[in-house]
């Protein structure tokens, strides 16, 4: 990645769960990683939930709207920048490859490379619409709802 910009590492990165899931209201996130307001990339996929108000994600390439009840992804290794609305509430879960590769060998791991790979896929908008972007929505929704402090959170994080 060019040295222009803050290469911003996960904050669970070097822990035995590497999943983090920001709650992001009103220009203040709980938790907040560094370079969070400036662009930056990571070496982690990226979802995003909007909830209300609308959320700017701008890539070197575009920049796409995304309003509330949508989503967004965000592959890894891409330079962006997320910007929001004042009212705006969402969520943003960051997770290496590792994470949903399961094992090394395992016949998921070429679905997860094809993604991680493919340099067309930067950054896409999740839209109620589309029925598979749908329940990708859904999915987040629930993540969403489970608090780190929840009895086997990271069983239920990766159901």
Not at 96 to 104: C, N, W
Not at 105 to 111: A, D, E, K
Not at 112 to 121: P, T, W
Request: one cysteine or more; proline letters at 6%; hydrophobic letters at 40%.
């Amino acid at each position: 990645m060019p040295d222009d910009y803050l290469n911003s590492v996960n904050l669970n990165s070097e822990s035995c769960f590497p999943y983090l899931c920001m709650d992001v209201k009103k220009g203040k996130s709980i938790p907040e990683p560094p370079g969070w307001l400036v662009w930056h990339w990571h070496e982690d996929f990226q979802f995003i939930y909007v909830f209300a108000g609308e959320m700017y994600l701008h890539t070197l390439e575009r920049t796409l709207i995304v309003p509330a009840g949508s989503g967004a992804f965000i592959n890894k290794n891409v330079v962006h920048l997320v910007l929001a609305s004042p009212d705006c509430h969402y969520k943003s879960f960051l997770f290496p490859e590792r994470l949903v590769s399961f094992y090394a060998g395992n016949s998921v791991n070429r679905y997860v490379k094809h993604i991680a790979d493919c340099e067309e896929l930067q950054s896409i908008i999740l839209r109620q619409e589309v029925t598979w972007q749908n329940e990708i929505l859904d999915l987040l929704k629930m993540l969403s709802d489970i608090t780190p402090d929840a009895k086997c959170y990271e069983y239920e994080v990766l159901v």
